[in-house]
């Protein structure tokens, strides 16, 4: 089944512990996003990735960092965490060629920060 | 920059109505794809129909379409016989062609009523 997952789908943790929330598809899709969703804003993107070992911001990368070094896996890191990075986080993919394609996203993980 | 606005926060329909949820965009771009996106109580992202900015046809998929206004830059989606099941949030979303962004509006919540 083609699909987008992320993990964990919950995580409550507290302020400075670092976490990595894994994202993984197999669609063999070249884009990958992140981005956060807070009431009354919609979905911001945090960081995306056109192919593996290329990355960059979105409107919302303070605090966060990515990485792609495998085309099927993007993970999202917060090495410092704060309380205002709670959120419900989405982990989406498409193929490359804009702009006539969805994204695909993933179930969301929801983090509570402390 | 692109920018996405859905100006209705919340939108009440009664069951088996129809309903349209309004939204407008800004770009420099002339090309673009539009997108609108359903998000339950459950949380999943779900996409529903997409509008290419130089498809001459309003884009229809089963009781959804979406009336493409280019010279008004709207691309309001058309909900035919609202069912229990279409209470959720609606997103608009656009993708510029060489963009890597996509950018979301904040959302219209529709409630149909029973």
């Known amino acids: 089944e083609a699909q987008v997952t992320q993990n964990p789908r919950y995580l409550i943790t507290v302020t400075g512990k670092k976490l990595t929330v894994t994202c993984s598809q197999n669609?063999?899709?070249?884009?990958m996003s992140w981005y956060r969703q807070d009431p009354g804003l919609g979905l911001r993107q945090i960081y995306y990735?056109?192919?593996?070992?290329?990355?960059d911001k979105g409107d919302v990368p303070e605090g966060y960092k990515v990485s792609r070094k495998e085309k099927r896996n993007f993970p999202l890191i917060l090495e410092s965490p704060s309380p205002n990075q709670t959120s419900l986080y989405f982990c989406?993919?498409?193929?490359?060629?804009?702009?006539?394609?969805?994204?695909?996203f993933g179930p969301g993980t929801r983090l509570t920060v402390l | 920059a692109q920018k996405i606005t859905q100006t209705q926060p919340g939108m009440f329909v009664q069951e088996k109505e129809a309903v349209t949820l309004d939204c407008t965009y800004d770009?420099?771009?002339?090309?673009?794809?539009l997108f609108w996106y359903k998000q339950p109580s459950s949380g999943e992202m779900i996409f529903l129909i997409y509008?290419?900015?130089?498809?001459?046809q309003n884009a229809t998929e089963g009781r959804y379409s979406l009336n493409f206004q280019k010279a008004r830059k709207s691309a309001n989606l058309v909900i035919s016989a609202s069912q229990l099941g279409d209470s959720a949030m609606y997103f608009c979303?656009?993708?510029?062609?060489?963009?890597?962004?996509?950018?979301f509006g904040p959302g219209t919540r529709l409630s149909v009523l029973p």
């Open positions: 509008q290419g900015s130089y498809d001459e």
């Open positions: 990735s056109m192919n593996v070992e290329v990355t």
């Open positions: 770009t420099s771009d002339q090309s673009y794809g």
């Open positions: 979303a656009m993708r510029e062609t060489y963009g890597q962004n996509f950018v």
């Open positions: 989406a993919s498409s193929p490359k060629f804009f702009p006539y394609n969805e994204q695909f």
């Open positions: 669609m063999n899709h070249e884009y």
